[in-house]
């Protein structure tokens, strides 16, 4: 066969699959005869309120020279790690604003990190492709810096993303831009299971962003710049559970919703969606108003403890609290006169839901607390 065969071939069955594909978004379109805002309205239901004093910022935490790029809590609420472009990890103790660690990373282009649950540990990774963990324990160098007590290595591409597994701080599962996910010993530095590469189910993108099931620790969604978000069992690495379209962009962060049976995207064609993990329905699409000819890429996300606000960062400053029930905006973190000087790049929420973490380009990090409304988020 010659080469030009081979070239008609390969545009004939590409040409099939986009048909095909086209025709699967048509069907999916027909089964969606509502979406959960239509309902609640068609129920009687009205949108939170939440106003400028529902929602406050205590604290600005001041120590980075560089961008910041991932921010996580631990499970107590009190601290905070977050890495930036200066190459630093700091840890903060959330209630002072005082560092307890700052810590020069063996790369300074990292991209993500992680706080163990049992707070004893933190990871992150970025364009080293490694996975570094430092033992917060562990005794300081001559030079005065916390030594990495574990480097996973592996990955053919950045990683851009990690978590651990909820009650099991020995296991941790990143995302890369290898097009995989892997699940890690962290006792052996040795891979336990690699998701896609490989296998046909797999992602064709980068894996920008996941997370693990708070409901069920062996389930977890990758988001990825082929525009789906995929399901995986850590215990079937072979193939994802389901593969979750409808983005015509990148999907650059992904969330778990706080029952487990639902969970967020947000994406670089400026709209966020929830989707239904049982059914592999779309439940709702949250669409930010803005100019025609500039989309705002959402950067990261992150759901109240009850589920009835998400909190959702774009590329244009705004940082939109919406209604999940009716999919109203509420409020704009990014368009208050104490908000950040530049883009929100991450955010994320305690484990008790009492306040939000905010990070951005502008160096600093931020802390809302929820005051008097914390009960109904």
């Known amino acids: 066969?010659?080469?030009?065969?081979?070239?008609?071939?390969?545009?004939?069955?590409?040409?099939?699959?986009?048909?095909?594909?086209?025709?699967?978004?048509?069907?999916?379109?027909?089964?969606?005869?509502?979406?959960?805002?239509?309902?609640?309205?068609?129920?009687?239901?009205?949108?939170?309120?939440?106003?400028?004093?529902?929602?406050?910022?205590?604290?600005?935490?001041?120590?980075?020279?560089?961008?910041?790029?991932?921010?996580?809590?631990?499970?107590?609420?009190?601290?905070?790690?977050?890495?930036?472009?200066?190459?630093?990890?700091?840890?903060?103790?959330?209630?002072?604003?005082?560092?307890?660690?700052?810590?020069?990373?063996?790369?300074?282009?990292?991209?993500?990190?992680?706080?163990?649950?049992?707070?004893?540990?933190?990871?992150?990774?970025?364009?080293?492709?490694?996975?570094?963990?430092?033992?917060?324990?562990?005794?300081?160098?001559?030079?005065g810096n916390l030594p990495v007590s574990r480097m996973l290595t592996g990955h053919k591409g950045y990683v851009s993303s990690c978590q651990y597994v909820p009650d099991e701080d020995n296991h941790l599962i990143t995302g890369s831009?290898?097009?995989?996910?892997?699940?890690?010993?962290?006792?052996?530095?040795?891979?336990?299971?690699?998701?896609g590469g490989e296998f046909q189910s797999g992602h064709t993108g980068d894996v920008t962003s996941i997370s693990i099931s708070g409901s069920n620790s062996r389930m977890f969604v990758s988001g990825s710049c082929d525009g789906t978000a995929r399901m995986w069992d850590t215990r079937v690495a072979s193939r994802a559970v389901r593969t979750f379209h409808g983005h015509e962009g990148?999907?650059?962060?992904?969330?778990?919703?706080?029952?487990?049976?639902?969970?967020?995207?947000?994406?670089?064609?400026?709209?966020?969606?929830?989707?239904?993990?049982?059914?592999?329905?779309?439940?709702?699409v949250?669409?930010?108003?803005?100019?025609?000819?500039?989309?705002?890429?959402?950067?990261?996300?992150?759901?109240s403890i009850s589920g009835r606000l998400l909190f959702a960062a774009y590329t244009n400053g705004n940082c939109i609290v919406w209604d999940t029930l009716l999919a109203k905006e509420v409020l704009d973190l990014g368009a208050l006169s104490n908000s950040h000087g530049g883009r929100i790049s991450c955010l994320g929420l305690s484990a008790d839901g009492s306040a939000l973490c905010t990070g951005s380009w502008d160096t600093n990090l931020k802390i809302w607390a929820f005051g008097g409304y914390r009960k109904v988020v």
Request: glycine share 6%; charged share 20%.
């Open 1 to 143: 066969m010659s080469v030009t065969e081979l070239k008609d071939r390969h545009k004939t069955a590409t040409e099939t699959v986009n048909s095909l594909r086209e025709k699967l978004k048509q069907k999916r379109l027909q089964l969606l005869d509502t979406d959960v805002s239509a309902y609640a309205r068609a129920q009687g239901r009205t949108p939170v309120s939440v106003s400028l004093t529902d929602l406050v910022c205590c604290r600005t935490l001041q120590g980075h020279t560089g961008k910041v790029y991932s921010l996580d809590w631990t499970p107590e609420r009190n601290r905070i790690v977050s890495v930036s472009q200066d190459g630093r990890l700091i840890v903060w103790n959330a209630l002072t604003s005082q560092k307890t660690h700052a810590i020069k990373l063996p790369c300074a282009w990292v991209m993500t990190c992680a706080f163990a649950l049992n707070g004893q540990s933190v990871a992150c990774g970025g364009l080293d492709s490694v996975c570094s963990i430092f033992n917060l324990n562990s005794p300081t160098d001559k030079d």
């Open 177 to 195: 831009g290898d097009k995989t996910c892997v699940l890690w010993d962290i006792s052996t530095a040795l891979r336990t299971s690699v998701f």
């Open 250 to 284: 990148d999907v650059n962060a992904v969330k778990f919703f706080p029952d487990g049976n639902r969970f967020g995207t947000g994406s670089d064609d400026g709209t966020c969606k929830l989707f239904d993990i049982r059914t592999g329905h779309q439940l709702q």
């Open 286 to 303: 949250y669409h930010l108003r803005h100019d025609v000819n500039e989309i705002p890429h959402v950067t990261s996300i992150a759901f």
